[in-house]
T-cell receptor
Framework: NAGVMQNPRHLVRRRGQEARLRCSPM?????VYWYRQLPEEGLKFMVY????????ESGMPKERFSAEFPKEGPSILRIQQVVRGDSAAYFC????????????FGSGTRLTVV | GQQLNQSPQSMFIQEGEDVSMNCTSS?????WLWYKQDPGEGPVLLIA?????ELTSNGRLTAQFGITRKDSFLNISASIPSDVGIYFC??????????FGKGTKLSVKP
């Protein structure tokens, strides 16, 4: 039973390019959460999705960032026109329902913008 | 917004020593959690606390949920080298997301 799978583990993008981060939740989990961690900081909530729906995007920057969790396939966090300040570790978590039981984090994608 | 203040920021201890770290909040949380993060990995849940005043143990780890629901502490007894890492407290927020402190970085000298 694989855990939460995130890829790529490391991503380097030049300023102005697009970054696409993928998250496959644990089997049987239909709730996905994205968090961002800046160096020397704790994780900050970005967005909460269920299949085909965005439930809470209160932590998402208003521009350039978007997220989806389609009926088939992984959840995608997309960052358009990346800037140096987007460099961070992005973590995905999944859970079977909107509760803490089974809430599990992936190993993250480390985005570096050069 | 809800914020968690975690202290100390970092600790350097000898193997075998006990460790104590704490977390305070400007607002009430109904659930407190303690996570550990190893370099290059995601956070892993150590202990979850659901009731004010609750004291819970997990091996050498003990955590308490403060009576006011605005604080929590984590103790590690008889530290070993593999305890090295960053420890985060987190509260289960009003919108169903986790709110994290900034972490306590633990270094253990053999």
């Amino acid at each position: 039973n694989a855990g939460v799978m995130q890829n790529p583990r490391h991503l380097v993008r030049r300023r102005g390019q697009e970054a696409r981060l993928r998250c496959s939740p644990m089997k049987g989990h239909s709730h996905v959460y994205w968090y961002r961690q800046l160096p020397e900081e704790g994780l900050k909530f970005m967005v909460y999705l269920q299949k085909e729906n965005i439930i809470d995007e209160s932590g998402m920057p208003k521009e350039r960032f978007s997220a989806e969790f389609p009926k088939e396939g992984p959840s995608i966090l997309r960052i358009q026109q990346v800037v140096r300040g987007d460099s961070a570790a992005y973590f995905c978590a999944s859970s079977p329902d909107r509760a803490l039981d089974g809430y599990t984090f992936g190993s993250g994608t480390r985005l570096t913008v050069v | 917004g809800q914020q968690l203040n975690q202290s100390p920021q970092s600790m350097f201890i000898q193997e075998g020593e006990d460790v104590s770290m704490n977390c305070t909040s400007s607002s009430i949380f109904n659930t407190w959690l303690w996570y550990k993060q190893d370099p290059g990995e995601g956070p892993v849940l150590l202990i979850a606390l659901y009731k004010a005043g609750e004291l819970t143990s997990n091996g050498r780890l003990t955590a308490q949920f403060g009576i006011t629901r605005k604080d929590s502490f984590l103790n590690i007894s008889a530290s070993i080298p593999s305890d090295v890492g960053i420890y985060f407290c987190a509260g289960w927020g009003s919108q169903g997301n986790l709110i994290f402190g900034k972490g306590t970085k633990l270094s253990v000298k053999p």
